[in-house]
Nanobody, 123 residues
Framework: QVQLVESGGGLVQAGGSLRLSCVAS????????MGWFRQVPGKERELVAA????????IYADSVKGRFTISRDNAKNTVYLQMNSLKPEDTAVYYC????????????????WGQGTQVTVSS
């Protein structure tokens, strides 16, 4: 069992930055790939970025490449999402999740979802 708690969301102006954190419980954190997803009402949850168990490789959605950076600290059981040059279309609830598969960008391969953190980007 893995429990995930996201934090770091908030309201920011377009062009600004936020850093999201996701803390995982359990001693097997370093065994999992980690992903950040986002969802807006009426749309499916989509992968934003994912990172391998070692942190050595990452996947990004085309819409965030060059602006967002995913990283992890296995000693702290934490995965981060640094979001720069934010746009109004980045507004969503952001979730983290774990996967035993890598590489994968399929939502169905991720589980143990956190409660989410709201990111709102004003124009």
């Amino acid at each position: 069992q893995v429990q995930l708690v996201e934090s770091g969301g908030g309201l920011v102006q377009a062009g600004g930055s936020l850093r999201l954190s996701c803390v995982a419980s359990g001693r097997t954190f370093r065994s999992y790939a980690m992903g950040w997803f986002r969802q807006v009402p009426g749309k499916e949850r989509e992968l934003v970025a994912a990172i391998s168990w070692s942190g050595g490789s990452a996947i990004y959605a085309d819409s965030v490449k060059g602006r967002f950076t995913i990283s992890r600290d296995n000693a702290k059981n934490t995965v981060y999402l640094q979001m720069n040059s934010l746009k109004p279309e980045d507004t969503a609830v952001y979730y983290c999740a774990v996967s035993t598969k890598w590489p994968t960008d399929a939502t169905r391969d991720y589980g143990y979802w956190g409660q989410g953190t709201q990111v709102t980007v004003s124009s």
